[in-house]
């Protein structure tokens, strides 16, 4: 098992509402990618925070938006749910850019309803 | 098209086969990652290679980089290897510049 959790593992939420999922880098790593993986598809990069900055962003419109804190574990918040936001929400941390040594967390798994 | 394309999609095996999962890719890298997804969605790395063959027990990825092809391996194929197998790239450039790009994952099941 790698040293990065995410709370919750699994989580429902109404159309229209705001969501806060939790991410804890690897010891050691101070960067964290946010991926997005609907249903039957492959993980989609949402975010990166290296040293508690944004340091590059996929396609995903402003409601969602991200933290990194001072020991480097990070949230992702995404305002005015919409149904297709349910999808699995991945955060992997790493060392600097080193992205292909990441460690995954085992995701959380959002329904909007 | 996509940036990273898969094939097969799934995959259906009996126990002992010896298994092939392809991956292409259009965009320029630096190297090539291949992960494997349990139900539940943990995901666990088996390889990152940016060139030549890497083994590891009953698992061997190879990359071809003029090409733009990667291939996983796995011969005597168990069904505790049934997973999903996703190959993701590090791209050089455009709006994912330095993070990784995903295919869409392989489905492979094998029967006892």
């Known amino acids: 098992e790698t040293g990065v959790t995410q709370s919750p593992t699994h989580l429902i939420k109404t159309r229209g509402q705001q969501v806060t999922l939790r991410c804890s880098s690897q010891s050691g790593h101070n960067t964290v990618s946010w991926y997005q993986q609907a249903l039957g598809q492959g993980p989609q990069f949402i975010f990166q925070?290296?040293?508690?900055?944004?340091?590059g962003r996929g396609n995903f419109p402003p409601r969602f938006s991200g933290l990194q804190f001072p020991n480097y574990s990070s949230e992702l918040n995404v305002n005015a749910l919409e149904l297709d936001d349910s999808a699995l929400y991945l955060c992997a941390s790493s060392l600097g850019n080193r992205v292909l040594e990441a460690f995954f967390g085992q995701g959380t798994r959002l329904t909007v309803v | 098209k996509n940036e990273v394309e898969q094939s097969p999609q799934n995959l259906t095996a009996q126990e002992g086969e010896f298994i092939t999962i392809n991956c292409s890719y259009s965009v320029g890298i630096s190297a090539l990652h291949w992960l494997q997804q349990h139900p539940g969605g943990g995901i666990v790395s088996l390889f990152m290679?940016?060139?030549g063959k890497k083994k590891h027990g009953r698992l061997i990825a190879t990359i071809n980089i003029q090409e733009k092809h990667s291939s996983l391996h796995i011969t005597a194929s168990h069904p505790r290897d049934s997973a999903v197998y996703i190959c993701a790239v590090r791209s050089d450039y455009g709006g994912s510049q330095g993070n990784l790009i995903f295919g869409k994952g392989t489905k492979l099941s094998v029967k006892p």
């Open positions: 925070y290296y040293r508690e900055e944004e340091n």
């Open positions: 290679l940016s060139s």
